[in-house]
């Protein structure tokens, strides 16, 4: 891919993968920093123990950072062709991802569907959205495809990033000590926001290449 690119296009596909990266390290990493190593808390695992405090649906939120990156990757693959194998193998990958968010079989069924429906859905979204590409792939690009990017990066980042900051008051309370905001918190919002300012960046630069070029006064 990147032969065809400039070298401005070829720089902000390295930023983008990064940014991509940092999130799904961050999902991997430390959000909640507690007293003992039992306690600090990875993302993968802050969304089934943060239940226990009586959030609710609410803590659904915390299983958007790989939902996100699968949608991001699958609205990519929009603008690829479909005769290559790394188009496929990208749409694949969104799926695997956001997969990462699939509830535990015990949960789905000894738990109510208010616990892990909203997660199911999204996954569907993910994989939906994969075979949508698929049809718009066959199309001239459609640059609108970055502000969709753009929003999913900074839903990925920001949501569950606030949501970590609602609910520490609570986890602080019940620890009965200060909680801090572990690299996690961190990685998942600065990879989302360089996801979304790339996506952005991308989309101003087409529009600027559709203006039709200005005449010079005679």
Same mark, same amino acid.
């Given at each position: 891919m990147r032969a065809y690119l400039s070298r401005p296009q070829a720089i902000r596909l390295d930023l983008l993968i990064l940014g991509l990266t940092a999130m799904f390290?961050?999902?991997?990493?430390?959000? =909640? !920093?507690? !007293?003992?190593?039992? =306690?600090?808390?990875?993302?993968?695992?802050?969304?089934?123990?943060?239940?226990f405090l009586g959030v609710g649906p609410r803590r659904d939120l915390f299983y958007l950072p790989p939902v996100a990156i699968g949608l991001i990757l699958a609205l990519w693959t929009a603008l690829w062709p479909n005769g290559r194998w790394h188009t496929w193998a990208a749409r694949v990958l969104a799926a695997a991802v956001a997969l990462l968010a699939f509830p535990a079989v015990a949960a789905v069924a000894s738990e109510p569907r208010s616990q892990w429906l909203a997660r199911l859905?999204?996954?569907?979204?993910?994989?939906?959205?994969?075979?949508?590409?698929?049809?718009?792939?066959?199309? !001239?690009?459609?640059r609108r495809v970055w =502000?969709?990017?753009?929003?999913?990066?900074v839903a990925g980042a920001a949501l569950p990033a606030w949501q970590y900051l609602a609910v520490r008051p609570v986890v602080a309370e019940v620890m009965r000590q200060?909680?801090?905001i572990g690299p996690?918190?961190?990685?998942?919002?600065?990879?989302?926001?360089?996801?979304?300012?790339?996506?952005?960046?991308?989309?101003?630069?087409?529009?600027?290449?559709?203006?039709?070029?200005?005449?010079?006064?005679?």
């Open positions: 390290l961050g999902y991997f990493a430390v959000w =909640l !920093p507690g !007293p003992g190593v039992g =306690l600090q808390l990875i993302g993968v695992e802050i969304g089934e123990w943060i239940k859905l999204l996954i569907g979204l993910v994989i939906a959205a994969s075979g949508l590409s698929a049809g718009l792939a066959t199309r !001239p690009p459609d =502000l969709a990017v753009a929003l999913v990066a200060p909680i801090g996690g918190v961190w990685l998942n919002g600065l990879g989302g926001g360089l996801v979304a300012a790339v996506a952005m960046s991308e989309y101003l630069a087409g529009q600027q290449k559709r203006r039709p070029p200005q005449r010079q006064p005679s």
